[in-house]
């Protein structure tokens, strides 16, 4: 049996993030194909009292009987902070200034309401501000955050710690202040790591290059901050449950699946659509133009070449420094390392409708039209990617899909698409259909 899973977002409770409606969200799990949704912010005390009295739980998964067949995981995200070390050889940094801490984010998975609770002492025994959706965990050595996490472990086996996005400026192989050791950041917790997100703007090719991922899961999953169609869902994570004698699902089962390598496949955003692809500074008042550049083309010390300010490190310039600096043998791009991986590239099929259309309000009212009667003729949208070309041809058409929309449509399913610009310094890339 498998499943389909989103298990990385946020509520209300996290910074940038509006009201969030399970309506909302239950409509758009059904249109995506998603089957069980990360809460976000669980330790969050106002959130998780709502998620108790909203839900039941049974299985360590969240249900109610309006959401047939849709299920919820206790999930949030954690903020782990201690005092940076320079890695040796900065030289492949150039003059960064590092300041004096490194943080990244975390995703941790709950089997139940006890365990949250539990961890909510946990952060009162740490001193640990439980004031905002993702709090931060600040250490005040390696020695300190370790002894943290295995106290976590101690409160649930079930207890999942995963690096978010991870290498995101905010990850944990990300720019902001860079290690290039998992050991630097987890110490003597790194052997209980047993898989990483991939993120927007990286994917398991570009995790391959890395040896000290070769034999993690890696997952990937939306990190969305409401139940619009353009970002719940945009990545998620087919995962193989093993039967037994039980056959529904469990919270348990997932983890299991996730530590036991049953990752059956990964769906990832375009590498060069997500935010943080390539080095780059956004324009600027002094700026006559953005810059962005592939990592061959890196200015001497990551100074934008406009304005004199530090780049944005992208996320495929720190994939090479972190391959280069746990390499003896260079790797090679696009080749297989490690345990088996599967996944595939897709754009989100709401932002194909829109660049199909030229309507700008994403989603609109419009799109969302288009984008419905588009998926009502598939299991969900998960459904409608992983059909074959001609296939999806003939049902769209069926549904008097625009012929345009459904030529885009195809375009995307066989390649025949580009982001320009791509990513780069927290701006999407740009899709432009038609083209490889």
């Known amino acids: ?47 998780l009292e709502y998620l108790k009295n909203r839900f039941t739980l049974n299985n360590g998964l969240l249900s109610a009987p309006e959401y047939s ?12 902070t201690i005092p940076y070390q320079q890695p040796e050889d900065s030289s492949l940094f150039g003059t960064i200034d ?47 955050l370790e002894k943290f996490l295995f106290e976590l472990q101690s409160i649930d086996p079930d207890i999942e710690v995963i690096p978010a996005h991870i290498f ?3 990850g944990a192989f990300g720019s902001n202040n860079p290690i290039n050791n998992l050991k630097d950041l987890y110490g003597s917790f790194l052997p209980c790591i047993n898989a990483v997100e991939t993120g927007l703007s990286a994917n398991p090719q570009a995790l391959m290059m890395i040896p000290q ?36 699902i469990s919270c348990k089962k997932i983890i299991q699946a996730i530590r036991n390598h049953k990752v059956k496949k990964t769906c990832e955003f375009n590498m060069a659509e997500g935010r ?17 550049c592939a990592p061959d083309k890196t200015p001497s010390g990551y100074k934008c070449p406009i304005c004199g300010k530090r780049l944005t490190i992208g996320v495929l310039d720190r994939v090479y420094h972190v391959s280069q600096a746990q390499n003896e043998k260079e790797r090679v791009w696009g080749q297989s390392y ?13 932002e194909v409708i829109a660049a199909s259309t030229g309507l700008a309000s994403l989603p609109g009212k419009k799109i969302n039209q288009i984008y419905r009667q588009a998926v009502s003729n598939f299991d969900g949208e998960t459904a409608l990617w992983e059909t074959e070309s001609e296939e999806i041809a003939n049902r769209l058409e069926n549904s008097q899909v625009n012929k345009k929309i459904i030529n885009d449509i195809i375009a995307v399913r066989e390649g025949l698409f580009k982001f320009d610009p791509p990513g780069f310094d927290g701006c999407y890339g740009k899709l432009v259909i038609g083209c490889r």
């Open 69 to 80: 067949q849709k299920y919820f995981l206790l999930q949030t995200e954690l903020i782990f």
């Open 168 to 170: 995101t400026p905010d």
């Open 1 to 47: 049996m498998q499943i389909t899973v989103d298990l990385h977002s946020h509520s209300g409770a996290s910074g940038g993030v509006g009201d969030i409606n399970f309506d909302d969200i239950y409509k758009a799990m059904r249109l995506k194909g998603i089957d069980v949704y990360g809460t976000g912010d669980c330790l969050f005390p106002k959130w």
């Open 98 to 144: 590092t300041g004096k801490r490194k943080s990244w984010h975390n995703v941790v998975l709950f089997p139940s309401f006890a365990a949250c609770e539990e961890t909510a002492k946990l952060l009162k025994k740490y001193q640990v501000k439980n004031t905002i959706g993702r709090p931060f965990v600040k250490a005040e050595s390696l020695e300190q």
């Open 276 to 292: 943080y692809f390539l080095t780059g500074h956004r324009q600027k008042p002094n700026h006559t133009q953005p810059f962005y």
């Open 213 to 248: 991922l070769d034999n993690l899961s890696f997952v990937s999953f939306s990190d969305a901050h409401s139940g619009a169609l353009n970002r719940l869902g945009r990545e998620y994570t087919k995962l193989e449950m093993e039967e037994g004698a039980e056959k529904e």
């Open 338 to 350: 490690g345990i088996t991986r599967s996944w595939q590239t897709l754009v989100p099929l709401i």
